[in-house]
């Protein structure tokens, strides 16, 4: 009885092990939440240049939640990265911060036919985009 207890339990952790690699292989599978950002300024549908929301308030709310949901999966919760993506707290400021963040976010990253990162642009949309580049400039290190 003790015996097949054992092979009963060490059956069972074989399961749970299965279980969380395949979470990870779905990684970049994961679909996006959506992001209420209706009490943001309107900014238009064109990508622009810079961060509209920069020191918004309110839009670092919505973009600490909206990175909660997407992004901290990949690039660690409150924007520490555990190693499997960039660490983002340490992303250019400024401008051309900016733009690369929006190239990022809108188009993700692929090569050699491996989704690294999905992109975001379409799905979440610019001003979900902003609120979140917002949030992470209050954690920006240099
Ligand atoms: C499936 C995992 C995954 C998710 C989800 C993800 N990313 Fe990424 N991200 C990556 C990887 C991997 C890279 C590095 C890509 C490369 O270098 O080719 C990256 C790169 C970036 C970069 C460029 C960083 C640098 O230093 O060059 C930015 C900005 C970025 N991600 C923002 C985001 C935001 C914002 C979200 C959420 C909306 C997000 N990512 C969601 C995996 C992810």
């Given at each position: 009885m003790k015996i097949l207890g054992r092979v009963a339990l060490l059956g069972a952790i074989a399961t749970l092990g299965m279980t969380a690699t395949s979470a990870l292989l779905a990684h970049g599978d994961v679909t996006p939440q959506a992001v209420d950002t209706s009490a943001l300024p309107e900014i238009g549908d064109t990508w622009l240049?810079?961060?509209?929301?920069?020191?918004n308030a309110k839009a670092i709310e919505i973009g600490q939640s909206a990175y909660g949901q997407?992004?901290?999966?990949?690039?660690?919760?409150?924007?520490?990265?555990?190693?499997?993506?960039?660490?983002?707290?340490y992303l250019e400021a400024g401008e051309s911060g900016d733009q690369w963040f929006a190239e990022r976010f809108r188009h993700g990253s692929s090569h050699d036919g491996k989704v690294y990162m999905p992109p975001f642009g379409d799905v979440l949309g610019q001003k979900a985009g902003w609120a979140i580049r917002a949030w992470l400039e209050t954690k920006h290190e240099g």
């Open positions: 240049e810079k961060n509209p929301y920069s020191g997407n992004c901290a999966r990949c690039h660690g919760l409150d924007a520490e990265s555990g190693g499997i993506a960039p660490d983002l707290r």
